[in-house]
Structure formats: structure tokens, C-alpha cells
């Protein structure tokens, strides 16, 4: 089980970009798969990126807006959001490894 702790979100008018970041308890290096998730009320949860067995995929809805990252050194999973919409309004979570959750942050695009 590792711990992982999300920052960066907040609110942005559309367009506008963010950079979230999940802070993870042990080597982001030795976690796989790892992703990120977002959830709107009333929707299902779902993918917005995911590197899995060194590959990565993205949500049909990013349209190479978004990008996944490792940062070694500060270990952490982050995900570069530019080109912000309305619709992806959300809370993003972070995933690891089979189960392994983080609580959450919240994303508000609006003007």
C-alpha cells in the first residue's frame, strides 16, 4: 500500500491550465500502473491518463491536451492540464498500483 496526496487544483477560466500533483509515499519509479482519475457529480469515474507497463494512455476526451508525468526527484505523478473546458470540471483523484487512492482535489473551469 503507498499513501498519495493530491494538490494543484483550484479554479481556472476556460483556457486557462493547471498542474496537478499526486505526492506519493514510496518511489513514484516502483508504482505501476499509475493514473489519474476525475469524477463529476452525478457521472462516473473515469480515466484521464494512465502509464501502465511503461505505456501511456489517454481519456478520448483529452485530445492531446493533457500530459502525465513522473518527477523523480520531487516523487510525485503530475498532470499538466492546459486548454482547460467547462466539461472537465471535476474532482481528480490519483491511482496506484492495484487499489491505492488518494483523496482528491478539486478542478473548477468557469468563467
Known amino acids: 500500500q503507498v499513501q498519495l496526496v493530491e494538490s494543484g487544483g483550484g479554479l481556472v477560466q476556460p483556457g486557462g491550465s493547471l498542474r496537478l500533483s499526486c505526492a506519493a509515499s514510496r518511489s513514484v519509479i516502483s508504482l505501476n500502473p499509475v493514473a489519474w482519475y476525475r469524477q463529476a457529480p452525478g457521472k462516473q469515474r473515469e480515466l484521464v491518463a494512465g502509464?501502465?507497463?511503461?505505456?501511456?494512455k489517454y481519456g478520448d476526451f483529452v485530445k492531446g491536451r493533457f500530459t502525465i508525468s513522473r518527477d523523480r526527484a520531487k516523487n510525485t505523478v503530475n498532470l499538466q492540464m492546459n486548454s482547460l473546458e467547462p466539461d472537465d470540471t471535476a474532482v481528480y483523484y490519483c491511482k496506484a498500483n492495484t487499489n491505492d487512492w488518494g483523496q482528491g482535489t478539486q478542478v473548477t473551469v468557469s468563467s
Open positions: 502509464m501502465i507497463g511503461g505505456n501511456i
